[in-house]
């Protein structure tokens, strides 16, 4: 995919060779929106032990993306419709529990996750000529992304961002403590909706950068690592934001130098990341 | 009606389902109290606390809580449901659970520079210095014992000041010592705070020594008046249909013998909950 440049240890013009070719700048661009919606989007949801969830709804990207190739429409719409949809389903398929943890839901994000997949297999072996895509669909593309998907991705984070801003704290509070949140008035319910579609959109972005296997290196390796390393809830987000981040642009600059996949990369990156930090846990011992 | 009635219940009846689970109850809470809600398991303890908050309705009668029908006022009501300790993986510090008692309900995000601010950090930290919570608020809340977060709870359920404060079997899955803190504690907030206490409790002798009124719920309805009149072996019969015994022990603590159900483990129904 990448053209074979040479690492020459001098950061600057590596850095400026790099970006020198519009698709490398779009996939910066891409990517760093996709890591800040995912760090902070992702940090409730492990919060919240919702992973599953998150998985199912990334995965639903995939049967939207080859829909929308079946249908011959834009790709965007069948991640964003798909992923969306499916949150839908899951929100009001599953009655919220009086126990902690999210069991009853568990089996509704299941069944739902593989409905979705055999659709997504389904729709793959309708149109012949998908085979090629698929490998993108599951396992991302960033080297493709164009100007305007750079601008849809901009504005569904705005969407997204600036809802989490309003309804965070309530959310915060229902995550932690839903029986008392409830009892301060805080639509528990309500809130749990809005998460799953903030979820799906955050599900549908990532996918699009590290494809729909490999969306947890952004949404819950961030935030994992985050909340090991700080106790403090702001402080948190904004580590599994910068964390995101740095992940994603030291696994595109790896996968541009190396021509290892970008989607592998991002993992690599980011999963080191997290060894580091449950290892500087394990040995410093638990700090607030 | 006066506001000197913290909660008042007259001839309430609740159903879950098809079934009457307590009816005719009359409860009279005076304001300034400490009130401990009693009675076997499955007798509807906690659903009497929810209908305070009006969090379900009632399938017949009046419930009034601080002079208005109940539910109405709960942003002057303190509430702590029964207790599930957090989870041990949770990474958000006791000051974060007690602030989330001040402003966790709004929407938007909280400036961090502004005398608004500053005022609820303060007010943070009075509250969780009032319940000796100080050395370890600023630690992971899943990390700190049962008793600790339980104290942060009784904190966070404070911090709005509020006029009645509602507990829900504080002393569950507490060691002894740790409930005997506990009640003295849960004391000290009502008589210097003046605030309502109503708990549940599973057992009376913790609290006893410390408590104005018990409301003893069994067999479909309660009585209510002080620990003395209730605890009594003639108005439990009574009450239980069934002859049930009071006993005393030597130091003071009271057995209750003959209850129709079999004798209750906390363990039952909270084993995944208990903690050091």
Redesign the interface.
Known sequence: MTNSAAWSWNLLDDVRGMLSYPFMVNAFRGGTIVAVVAGVVGWFMV?RKQTFAGHTLSVAAFPGAAAATLLGISATIGYFGFCLGAALVIAVASRPTRA?GFSAESAVVGTVQALVLASGYLFASLYSGLLNGLNNQLFGFTFGITNDQVVTLGLAAIAVLATM??????L??AS??S????????GVRVVGVVFLLLLGAAAAEATQITGALLVFALLVMPAAIA??L?????A?IALAVAIGVTATWAGLTGAYYTSYPSGFCITSVAFAGFVLASAAKRSGG?K? | MTTDTAVRLRNAAVKVGDRLLWHDVNVDVAAGQFVAILGPNGVGKSTLVKAV?G?IPLAAGEAFVLGEPAGTL??Q?G???QR?S??ST????GI??VR??L????????L?WGAKNREAGRRVREVIERVDATSYS???VG?VSGGEQQRLLIA??LVRRPRLLILDEPLDSLDLPNQGAISALIRRVCVDEGVTVLMVAHDVNPILPYLDQVIYLAGGGAVCGTPTEVITSPTLTALYNTPIEVLHTSDGQLVVVGQPEAPSHHGDRHASQARR
Do not use: K
């Not at chain 1, 801003?165 to 309530?170: F, Q």
């Open positions: 919060l902690r801003a309003i309804v965070g704290r309530p915060f509070f932690i403590d029986d008392v949140a409830a009892a301060r008035g805080v909340q090991r700080t106790a403090r809830p702001i948190s638990a607030a | 908050l969090l709960n942003h009501v509430y702590l449901p599930r957090f989870d949770l990474r958000v510090r974060d659970i989330l008692g402003d966790g309900d709004r929407f938007g995000l909280p961090p600023m630690r992971p990390e966070q359920a």
